[in-house]
């Protein structure tokens, strides 16, 4: 089964009570990436906190003799076998009602701001995507945009580390991601994640690389679908992180249609969220 057969599991029809139990699942759980956490929520639907049985018997708590296994990719190697809170139990403690922990902290989470350092960082990632950066001044009513460049550039980084330590590695750059040069450093960053859901929900066209691995173009999608798939991939990303976005939700609701959302694929939103926190290294 392939990554995108996966996510598009986790779809149940676009209802939007498992796309947000699935934020809060990667919140809880952002250890893992987000494909693990997709192959999760595929094999073991209502997961709450899952870890391998090592790290559960460091919590005191055993694994039923009765349950699953939950399988899942390990990285440097083949899979790793994971069980869920209610696989487990304690000869000491009575168990709790997990999911409303959860929910609860979930909740109550103290949301974080970007600050310019880690600002620096994302750019610097961008860079080695084949994407160039730029901040420039919009007013207040632009974040920003992604275009595909007519006439690409050569950009150059050092490596920094490995065997190739100190190496000059040259990169074809054809996108160009601007950003609102008066907005703060979290704003910026915020803009960056929902320009990049645009470019890895297939909205752009431009050349695939080894650097910026595009995805099929999907051409035939409405601007509120486009806007409204983009800002989903943000609103995922900082829900996994704790990130604040507090103009989101007004976001989404200015492209839905008498309180409908418009056509979109919560497949392409999770895969496009799993390959920007990857490439971000987030």
């Not at 065997?163 to 054809?174: M, R, T």
């Not at 249609?257 to 290294?281: F, N």
């Amino acid at each position: 089964m392939s990554k995108y057969e996966i996510f598009s599991k986790l779809s149940y029809d676009g209802q939007w009570e498992d796309f947000m139990y699935f934020s809060m699942f990667n919140y809880i759980n952002h250890t893992y990436s987000v494909f693990n956490s997709a192959l999760i929520l595929v094999q073991r639907p209502g997961a709450t906190i899952v870890k391998s049985e090592i790290a559960w018997n460091h919590e005191q708590r055993l694994i039923k003799p009765e349950a699953s296994p939950i399988v899942i990719l390990q990285p440097m190697g083949p899979v790793m076998l994971v069980y869920d809170y209610y696989d487990t139990y304690s000869k000491t403690e009575n168990d709790q009602n997990i999911k409303e922990t959860i929910k609860e902290e979930f909740n109550s989470r103290q949301k974080i701001e970007i600050n310019e350092i880690k600002l620096a960082k994302m750019v610097k990632r961008l860079e080695r995507m084949g994407i160039v950066y730029a901040e420039r001044s919009f007013g207040q009513r632009q974040g920003g945009f992604i275009t595909v460049l007519k006439h690409p550039i050569i950009t150059e980084y050092v490596k920094k580390r490995g065997p190739k330590k100190g190496q000059i590695c040259y990169i074809k750059a054809g996108l160009e991601l601007v950003v609102n040069s008066s907005d703060p450093p979290h704003k910026k960053a915020l803009t960056i994640f929902h320009e990049l859901g645009h470019l890895y929900c297939g909205h752009l066209g431009g050349e695939k690389t080894e650097y910026n691995k595009l995805p099929e173009y999907r051409d035939f999608l409405s601007d509120d679908s486009m806007e409204f798939e983009a800002e989903m991939v943000s609103q995922l990303i900082c829900q996994r992180y704790g990130f604040r976005d507090d103009d989101s939700e007004k976001y989404l609701y200015q492209h839905m249609k008498d309180g409908k959302a418009p056509y979109h694929s919560i497949s392409e939103i999770i895969g496009a969220a799993d390959k920007i926190i990857t490439m971000l290294a987030l």
